[in-house]
């Protein structure tokens, strides 16, 4: 019998191991082994996958600090861009919806007819009570003329230019309103006064006068048409010994936000102050 050789004992021994290692792995005995020896290279294999985004970044990414300052105030501009025409747009849907407002209430009121007008200035004194519009004389405005809202009462034209004129509103000291109760027949006046307050005056003691009550102009006075919102009664002043009681009046239109009004043309105002005053013969 030939001896065996030590090359082949070893080659032998090899062989087994590489069988016995192989059915301990697919049996999962060495899965614990594997972990232990496949750490350090996933960590290897991580560590050099960061250093490849990390220089990819730096090749691909603007390395300029003044490209990249550049590109954050274009990008700056474009939003307040994008901002000025939002605001735009919103303040656009705003007149929209106004002139659609007016248009509302023109077609309301047929047998007025109107000029449509946008407020361009605001009375800066405490003391007079007005607002200017941007139509005039070349546009058909003249002195008294009827100016509302889709609200209600806003004034009367005061003075005219060829381009604008000037309105004095229903809160001015000056201005002096006929009305009526609109649950009721009974006629006042309304007064401004150089707060900007608005009172009832000249109601006889015996009308039912209530918190909430709505006033309309009643057509009398001949600086007004009939019929026209002009606001509600919120305080009312009652003396038991005085003829009249008087009230505070809400005025429907909020003057400081007005932004356009209707302008009526065809009413003509009558002036009855000679008739109404008493002169001696």
Not at 82 to 108: H, P, W
């Amino acid at each position: 019998m030939k001896p065996v050789s030590s090359n082949t004992l070893r080659n032998a021994v090899v062989v087994f191991l590489i069988i016995g290692i192989l059915f301990l792995a697919l049996s999962g005995y060495l899965r614990p082994v594997l972990g232990v020896v496949m750490d350090p290279f996933v960590a290897a294999q991580r560590w050099l996958s960061e250093r490849f985004m990390a220089v990819y970044d730096f090749f691909t990414l603007p390395r300029d600090v003044t490209e990249l300052i550049q590109r954050n105030s274009e990008l700056e501009d474009e939003v307040a861009n994008l901002q000025s025409q939002i605001i735009q747009l919103q303040e656009q849907l705003q007149e929209a919806d106004i002139l659609y407002s007016l248009l509302d209430y023109a077609r309301s009121r047929p047998a007025d007819e109107y000029i449509a007008a946008a407020v361009i200035g605001r009375d800066p004194s405490p003391f007079l009570q007005y607002i200017i519009i941007d139509h005039g004389s070349d546009d058909g405005i003249r002195y008294g003329m009827p100016v509302v809202t889709q609200q209600g009462l806003v004034g009367r034209v005061e003075a005219v230019t060829a381009s604008a004129a000037r309105v004095q509103l229903i809160s001015d000291a000056q201005s002096t309103v006929n009305v009526t109760l609109q649950t009721q027949d009974a006629d006042a006046l309304i007064e401004g006064s150089i707060s900007g307050d608005i009172t009832l005056e000249m109601l006889n003691q015996n009308v039912s006068l209530n918190t909430g009550d709505i006033l309309l102009t009643s057509g009398l006075g001949g600086n007004y048409p009939s019929d026209i919102l002009v606001g509600q009664v919120v305080d009312i002043q009652k003396t038991e010994n005085e003829l009249f009681q008087t009230a505070y009046i809400q005025p429907v239109v909020d003057f400081d936000t007005l932004r356009a009004v209707l302008v009526i043309t065809n009413f003509q105002t009558t002036n009855i102050s000679p008739l109404t005053n008493e002169t001696e013969r």
